[in-house]
């Protein structure tokens, strides 16, 4: 499947090799920049090639065109989560494996392995486009899971999607060749066209290599999660000592409320015989003093 030349009709080996990496190099920068700078971008580019003397690279780079909101986006996901997108293209060549050799089980596994990348590829290039104060709309939300449909089914249009230099979003038909004539702003870097990561006859590395994959990042899920549990612990151990130091606060001054409280106990019985007494003499006193009366009262009658 060939790539469409840039900046007009080619044969042979037009693109000298020195030129093709300066414009691959321009190219890649344009297709990672916000989309309201690309068209000043890329004229102020083409303007400065021209003065410095090389009118067939002002020309192409001039040629480039602007990416749709769903290339862009999904250009800017090549750009900051390669990785995401490389598991996507590993998995397109586990699936067409899995297909040849009509293993239906491993079709459902992949399955749901497909479904949740695109549902994380689907938020990440939300959340870059925001980052960017950059609105997705549903179209080209739409165009975003379709073009990962594409990654997944043909291996170029897995390495075009990788380059993040996309035009326009792809369409794919299945498990099959895609299309990809006017998508791509320029054919992808040599590193990207050589890959055999995503060939059907390495499928076997490619699970192996996926596998190591997902094992590392299980580590280090398991890193972080022991090291959260770790701080945790040590959060509940240091409330736990507050707590204890706590209690004691309180067992003492229990303590010292009891010995209070039996301190004035002791009180309170002292001043309660006092009661008792002082009534009793009261009472003498009260009874003394209607004898006394009585005994006038006789000697007066």
């Given amino acids: 499947m060939g790539w469409p030349p840039v900046g007009g009709e080619s044969s042979g080996n037009a693109f000298r090799v020195v030129h093709m990496a300066d414009l691959h190099s321009i190219a890649h920068e344009l297709y990672g920049l916000p989309l309201a700078e690309f068209i000043q971008t890329r004229d102020a580019w083409a303007a ?16 480039l065109r602007k990416p749709s909101a769903t290339a862009w986006a999904v250009n800017l996901l090549a750009r900051s989560q390669p990785d995401l997108l490389e598991d996507l293209v590993d998995l397109g060549a586990q699936l067409r494996q899995a297909q040849a050799a009509s293993d239906g089980t491993r079709m459902r596994s992949l399955d749901h392995d497909r479904r949740q990348l695109m549902a994380r590829v689907a938020g990440e290039a939300v959340a870059i486009a925001e ?5 997705l709309g549903s179209a080209a939300t739409a165009g975003i899971d379709e073009t990962m449909k594409a990654a997944l089914a043909d291996p170029d249009a897995g390495r075009a999607v990788l380059d993040g230099m996309l035009v326009t979003g792809l369409s794919a038909p299945g498990l099959g060749a895609v299309d990809l004539s006017d998508t791509v702003a320029i054919d992808p870097a040599p590193s990207r066209r050589n890959t055999t990561r995503d060939t059907d006859d390495s499928s076997e590395i490619v699970i192996a290599r996926k596998a190591v994959t997902t094992a590392g990042r299980e580590a280090t899920a398991a890193g972080k999660a022991a090291a959260t549990a770790r701080a945790k612990l040590d959060n509940a151990v240091e ?6 130091r706590q209690v004691a606060d309180l067992t003492a001054q229990l303590e010292t409320l009891e010995a209070r409280l039996t301190v004035a106990g002791t009180k309170v019985d002292a001043r309660q015989d006092d009661v008792d007494a002082t009534s009793k003499a009261e009472a003498e006193a009260l009874q003394a003093l209607d004898d006394a009366e009585a005994l006038v009262s006789d000697l007066e009658g």
């Fill in 131 to 135: 980052q960017h104060d950059q609105s």
């Fill in 239 to 244: 409330q736990r000592s507050d707590l204890e």
């Fill in 48 to 63: 400065t090639e021209r003065d410095g003397g090389d009118a067939q690279l002002a020309s192409d780079v001039r040629a």
